[in-house]
């Protein structure tokens, strides 16, 4: 099929530039660029916890040039959407990156966006993962392509945060693999994981965390233990629910740094790290939660230690800084319930029932759902051709049936995305954003604000500012420090770092080049 959606009917990221007036040139090319990604950091996050800060963004909040208002302007506000975009600056429309997971109809079934069934996992068992699926080159990717003596390298627990930000021609990207306990990538990089990576995982990476227990650094309250529970103290989640997941990932990068010998190289090299941790505890506890608060805490001191390390290894003066996060999130709608917001619950087969059932009363009882993915309804193609039905007036009748469902606040048809029939208007534009044709479900449901499909916890994805309000900082030498008020989005980050290290952006950046920070 044709795919309709152009540039042109993308948001209009340009509406937000600021006046192309003449700035001072662009700070001088670094040796090193350290790209941190906080998974599930709320902008507010910088201003609530600031008490508690004293080492990396007390002193990225002082010395850096803190964006207030970033957001990101696309619709799911996910992980992998997130990593994708901030360092190749693209919109999901355009990089294929459209969520977490999607359902395939090539194969039948859901896959995730860095699933590579041609590839294998070095260091474990298994398949491997890889960013084919990624269409769009990144910052990495084009420092590479322009024939530097440059290292791309990623590192976190997850696979997709590892590996969606350095790109296609990363050196290597790693991630946790929980079964093994031990730091992986994959062939799709390597015949073999380099003798420093051996080394890291013979010292046996979640050893510290066997046992232990997590003690808030304010107060030392005990919140929980990696040992089996007691009547008073419950077993944590998982070693990537606690602190020690993001001591792994900055020890981890630590040797990566050295092991890669990054910023000793004749062109810019690129170190990118996601703290994961973050995300796997908000989900539980919820961002009003003490246990946010200590992870948050404690990823300023990490944060201050491997700023320390890429110092003494690089110099600070040679290194451009970069943070943000992938998301936001909803608080716990029982706590904002408690407090008079608005929130609640979702039953999660209420969307595909209201499917099944107005197909069905209109065109016969059958199996009309293909596949249900988050906020996401893929149709049975076969089933609509095999009847003869026009697609759109299904998708139609299937998204009227939605719209009707409670606390559901827009519905929009594959038809319609595709055909750019939608407003400029924020939420619109957000959904059409993220449209990829090719990997697009019929049916795309944006919730009520604070309201979730989730039966426990606290959850993101939408289009909504406690979702797409994130950090975007910036240190390095000639770098203003100060705090801007304009508005921006996540996808500026690509092309300024492009611009500065003096290399093509990215091939589907849809940002600009944040000039105003220039000294």
């Known amino acids: 099929m044709k795919i309709a959606l152009s540039l042109a009917s993308l948001i209009s990221i340009s509406a937000l530039c600021l006046p192309a007036a003449e700035t001072a040139p662009p700070p001088r090319k670094p040796k090193l660029i350290l790209a941190v990604a906080v998974d599930q950091f709320r902008w507010e996050y910088l201003k609530r916890f600031r008490d508690g800060y004293t080492s990396g963004f007390k002193r990225i909040l002082e010395q850096g040039a803190v964006f207030e208002d970033a957001h990101y302007v696309h619709y799911p506000t996910v992980t992998a959407v997130g990593h994708s975009t901030f360092l190749s600056g693209a919109l999901p429309a355009v990089s294929g990156i459209v969520g977490n997971e999607w359902y395939d109809r090539e194969t039948g079934k859901s896959t995730t966006s860095v699933a590579d069934a041609t590839t294998k996992l070095l260091g474990a068992e298994g398949a491997g993962s890889s960013p084919r699926k990624m269409l769009v080159s990144t910052v990495g990717d084009e420092i590479k392509m322009s024939g530097q003596e440059s290292k791309v390298v990623g590192v976190s627990i997850k696979d997709r945060s590892a590996i ?27 015949k073999e994981l380099p003798p420093w990576v051996m080394k890291a995982n013979a010292a046996q990476p979640d050893a510290p965390s066997r046992n232990a227990v997590w003690t808030s650094l304010e107060g030392g ?182 719209a009707k469902v409670p606390h559901v606040f827009r519905v929009y048809t594959a038809d319609q995305l595709q055909n750019g029939r939608v407003s400029t208007e924020a939420v619109d ?21 604070y309201y979730l499909f989730d039966a426990t916890g606290t959850t993101h994805s939408t289009p909504f500012g406690y979702d797409t309000h994130v950090p975007v900082i910036f240190m390095g030498a000639g770098i203003k420090a100060g705090r801007y008020f304009e508005k921006i989005t996540v996808n500026d980050i690509a092309p300024t770092l492009s611009a500065i290290v003096g290399v093509n952006e990215p091939s589907g950046a849809m940002g600009r080049i944040l000039r105003e920070m220039w000294q």
């Open 429 to 449: 534009a957000a959904v059409r954003n993220g449209f990829y044709f090719p990997r697009a479900a019929d049916i795309t449901i944006v919730q009520d604000p």
């Open 164 to 190: 969606l930000p350095v790109g296609h021609m990363a050196d290597g990207a790693y991630w946790f693999d929980n079964k093994s306990a031990q730091w992986v990538t994959s062939t799709y990089y390597a």
């Open 221 to 402: 309250k005990p919140l929980c233990t990696m040992a089996e529970a007691t009547p008073s103290l419950p077993k944590c989640r998982s070693l990537e629910a606690s602190p020690w997941g993001n001591e792994m990932i900055e020890d981890f990068a630590e040797q990566a740094l050295l092991g890669e010998k990054l910023g000793k190289h004749g062109g810019t090299d690129v170190l990118a790290v996601s703290f994961s941790s973050n995300d796997y505890v908000g989900h539980a506890m919820g961002p009003d939660s003490p246990e946010v608060r200590d992870i948050s805490i404690r990823t300023d001191r990490l944060l201050g230690k491997l700023l320390d390390a890429v110092d003494k290894s690089v110099g600070l003066a040679n290194v451009l800084f970069v943070m943000t996060a992938d998301h936001g999130v909803a608080p716990i709608p029982e706590v904002n319930q408690a407090r008079q917001m608005t929130g609640g619950r979702m039953a999660p087969n209420a969307i595909s029932k209201a499917v099944n059932d107005a197909l069905g009363a209109k065109y016969g009882p059958s199996r009309w759902v293909e596949s249900a993915v988050a906020s996401s309804v893929y149709l049975n193609w076969e089933l609509i051709d095999f009847k003869k039905l026009d697609i759109a007036e299904v998708q139609r009748v299937a998204a009227q049936a939605v």
